[in-house]
């Protein structure tokens, strides 16, 4: 019984997949500077701070340190963007939204399919990006550690980032149910995505009071806590304490959006 | 000349009127506006906790930019924002065709058709960070600084302007896109940095060939006096040479269309 | 004699399109080469309109109609051929003559959504430079036609389809254009509205002298305003002269209704025409147009006829007929 329902939603999935692959093509210049957007931070952290560094502060990670760090964050930060909460809203406010209560297809299944191809347009682009960064700046990667238990530890991480991102991105866009207008909250998440993951401002930076706080937020494991990993800044128990909470995040979040999407549905079928 | 000056204060008039009802929305975007320039100044507040300069810029003379950006801002929201934004729709729509057979600058009107009168209420914000950092630096500035500060922010709005409806004109291709709007939240964060930080050669193709220092970073600049007078003068040309672009732009990708659509 | 202000001489309007091949190996490939082929949304085509003419164009779906609609009123480039209106090129968009003509689309509005109608027509006074006493006294006149007067100052989004479109036409008017080019101006309206609508634009042409060029696929509209009719399909005209004659051209036969006196012999019937039903005492024969009086003729003659009725095909039919391919001769 379970493996058959699991085969026939990877099914789904994959021609789900493979329809939104060309739709996304049609998004070319959408795509092109959407990621454009996502490449903000880190060029402008990394300028900020470099420029810190060279009038003659004492920061807790050199020249090359701060180099490797925002190069990760372009990789990863760009990875894990995440903005179908507008789309949400308008499939809800549209009305568009009763397409899910009638097929066996659940709301979140049809972002995350288009979130995959996205990743995997980005995966090429960032990579791209990645690999000519690494030559114009000769970037040295000291700090990175690409040993096998690093490289893994930080790929659960980041599957578990992606996560994260994804599953509070469609929270915000559900809210549409409630709230007239998502813009406030996607503006708290703007916010929040800019000063506490760590895309503009390297966590450690932060007063301990501050940086503690940050590391029970779920926004510390949505970029900073993969990077984290691979440049070895967390080990021991700074390690399990930050994947106990990331995992904890993960789930939170899930739980969070599944209990207020069937309140929502709820009230969409109330009113319609 | 006049005409376009009657058409926009018309077009003024309505927008006022059609965006009453909005008060709450008015209200929230007060709040997240004020918030997002709260989180600069914390920003940068702890970027100068580290040092006593970046690249030559003291804190208060960066926080003088914040507040000039923040005006800047808010004035090209106040005028442009909306419709930029919403041009695509128009073209969506088919609304753009009406509006191509009627004798008027079509531009103007796809430009000021939906001016937000409340965005007005964040130059206050703008004034008032200014206004602290210039408490702050201490010197008095003479009629020529405000002067060449005046000229500097409308040719930064302009170039604010022309940056992102050439963004919008991409819809004429891509009718779907919907980050047009998106291209300005890209540019708030680097506008509120000196262009200095970039260091060369980045901080000149930041500022001649993405103007975006020319938005804010050069206007300070000739207000502080870091730079001669006559900058103003390249300012203003390169102002000019960018909307005029624009207005190229524009007139390709209608040419474009009304040989293209069916 | 009035003048031609519409001069339209070969007329040829292609449209690029790419055609993108199915499956996901057809998207990587329109990523980086594209084939392109030609669409002819109108192929040729030559039409001369007099002023104060009240024109309608009528043509399936795709027949080039609103295309031609486009490059009259200067939103489409023509591919190739000569357009001329009122004495200007329309591609090249002069404000002179956009003050002289109104283009309106059935679906798409220029009022604002939120703001009284009366707001847009301010704003139109404004874009078409109307003096205050002419704008007064045309949107008097135009709002009495309609009969508006209650509606101005309601928001158009609480209008009703119909409102909308007469506010519509107020907004497309109100500069008193030469020539008013519309394009499904009835489309999605009862058929009250519709006219209402028809008895305002006929009225409107005859007291302005106004140009009218119309498309339609309501048969109706058609029937009702236009006397002459020029029928598109695949961007070629097919027939371009009197709605009348369009059965003339296009009909090629009539039927006959025939009731007759006492039982008939179907085989000598068949003689005269071709049987289409045969219920005695009733007989429905179809006949060519030119052979009419002599059959009508030796009918009388030669069979016991009650009655005797000479049935024009319907207009509707043989258009439906005309596209679907059957008629061209």
Not at chain 2, 100 to 109: E, R
Not at chain 2, 114 to 123: A, V
Not at chain 3, 30 to 43: C, E, N, P
Not at chain 3, 294 to 306: R, T
Request: contains cysteine; neutral net charge; glycine residues 6%.
């Amino acid at each position: 019984m379970f493996p058959h329902f699991l085969k026939r939603k990877l099914k789904i999935y994959a021609a789900y997949l493979k329809t939104d692959f060309q739709a996304q093509f049609e998004y070319r210049l959408d795509f092109f500077l959407y990621t454009i957007a996502a490449l903000v931070s880190p060029i402008i952290g990394l300028a900020v701070w470099l420029a810190a560094s060279n009038s003659g502060a004492k920061l807790l990670l050199d020249k090359d340190q701060l180099i490797t760090y925002f190069a990760l964050v372009l990789f990863v930060g760009t990875l894990n963007q995440t903005w179908h909460a507008w789309y949400v809203d308008e499939d809800i406010n549209t009305g568009n939204f009763s397409k899910f209560l009638l097929k066996p297809f659940y709301l979140a299944d049809e972002y995350f399919i288009r979130e995959i191809t996205d990743k995997i347009f980005k995966l090429f682009f960032t990579s791209v990006l990645f690999i000519a960064a690494i030559f114009i700046f000769h970037i040295s990667f000291k700090g990175v550690y690409l040993d096998l238990i690093t490289l893994t530890l930080f790929l659960v991480s980041l599957v578990l980032s992606f996560g994260i991102a994804f599953y509070l991105e469609s929270i915000i866009g559900i809210t549409t149910f409630w709230l007239h207008s998502i813009d406030f909250l996607k503006d708290l998440e703007s916010i929040a995505n800019q000063v506490l993951t760590g895309r503009l401002i390297p966590l450690v930076f932060f007063p301990a009071g501050l940086a503690s706080f940050i590391s029970f937020t779920p926004f510390r494991y949505v970029v900073s806590f993969p990077i984290e990993i691979l440049m070895h800044k967390a080990t021991g128990s700074t390690l399990l304490f930050g994947f106990t909470l990331q995992f904890f995040w993960f789930i939170a979040m899930i739980l969070a959006y599944k209990y207020l999407y069937n309140k929502g549905v709820v009230k969409f079928q109330a009113y319609g | 000349m006049v005409r376009n000056l009657k058409l926009i204060f018309i077009l003024f008039k309505h927008s006022s009127k059609r965006y009453l009802e909005n008060r709450w929305s008015t209200f929230g975007n007060f709040v997240s506006a004020s918030l997002e320039i709260a989180i600069f100044i914390f920003f940068i507040s702890f970027i100068f906790s580290f040092t006593k300069s970046l690249n030559g810029w003291d804190k208060n003379h960066v926080l003088l930019l914040v507040g000039i950006s923040q005006l800047v801002t808010a004035l090209y929201n106040f005028l442009f924002r909306r419709s930029v934004n919403r041009f695509p729709d128009l073209v969506r729509a088919g609304e753009l065709d009406l509006l191509l057979t009627k004798p008027m600058n079509t531009q103007l009107y796809a430009s000021f058709r939906s001016t937000k009168p409340f965005e007005l209420l964040n130059t206050i914000t703008g004034l008032a960070i200014t206004a602290y950092a210039l408490h702050q630096i201490g010197n008095s500035f003479g009629i020529l600084n405000w002067l060449l500060l005046l000229v500097g922010i409308t040719c930064g709005v302009l170039v604010l302007y022309s940056i992102c409806f050439s963004f919008t004109i991409l819809s004429f291709w891509s009718p779907k896109l919907s980050s047009a709007s998106s291209i300005l939240e890209i540019l708030t964060t680097p506008l509120t940095l000196p262009t200095d930080i970039y260091g060369q050669p980045m901080s000149f193709i930041v500022t001649f060939v993405i103007p975006i220092g020319l938005v804010v970073t050069v206007p300070v600049k000739l207000f502080l006096g870091s730079i001669s007078a006559y900058f103003i003068l390249i300012e203003v040309l390169l102002t000019l040479i960018f909307f005029y672009g624009c207005t190229r732009f524009w007139n390709y990708a209608v040419k474009g269309y009304t040989s293209a659509s069916s | 004699m009035s003048d031609t202000i519409i001069d339209v001489k070969n007329l040829r309007k292609y449209f690029k399109v790419h055609q993108k091949e199915p499956g996901l190996s057809g998207s990587i490939k329109s990523l980086f080469s594209r084939k392109y082929y030609d669409v002819k949304a109108v192929d040729d085509i030559s039409i001369e309109i007099k002023e104060g003419e009240l024109v309608g164009f009528i043509g399936p779906n795709g027949a080039g109609k609103t295309t031609t609609l486009k490059t009259l009123s200067g939103l489409l480039h023509p591919t190739s051929g000569h357009i001329s209106v009122l004495g200007y090129k329309p591609w090249e968009r002069k404000p002179e003559f956009q003050r002289k003509f109104s283009l309106v689309m059935g679906q798409k509005n220029q009022l604002w959504w939120d703001l009284p109608a009366q707001e847009t027509f301010i704003l139109n006074k404004e874009i078409y430079e109307i003096p205050t006493d002419q704008y007064n006294q045309t949107l008097n006149e135009l709002v009495e036609l309609l009969e508006v007067q209650d509606l101005l100052k309601v928001q158009v989004r609480k209008l009703s389809l119909g409102q909308r479109m007469k506010m519509e036409l107020i907004a497309a008017l109100i500069h008193s254009p030469k020539v008013l080019f519309l394009d499904e101006p009835t489309i999605g309206l009862d058929v009250v509205m519709q006219k209402k609508i028809r008895e305002f634009l006929k009225e409107y042409n005859l007291s302005h002298n106004a140009t009218i060029i119309l498309t339609s696929h309501y048969m109706e509209d058609v029937k009702e305003l236009c006397e002459r009719v020029i029928v598109i399909d695949h961007g070629k005209i097919l027939f371009d002269g009197k709605l009348d004659e369009i059965i003339k051209k296009f009909a090629t036969h009539k039927t006959l209704e025939i009731v007759f006196e006492e039982d008939i012999d179907p085989e000598k019937l068949k003689e005269l025409g071709k049987i289409k039903q045969f219920e005695p005492p009733k007989a429905i024969l179809e006949v060519k147009r030119s052979k009419v009086s002599e059959v009508a003729a030796d009918l009388l003659k030669q069979f016991p006829v009650e009655d005797l009725n000479i049935i024009e095909p319907d207009i509707e039919d043989i258009i439906r007929e005309v596209f679907a391919g059957r008629l061209l001769s």
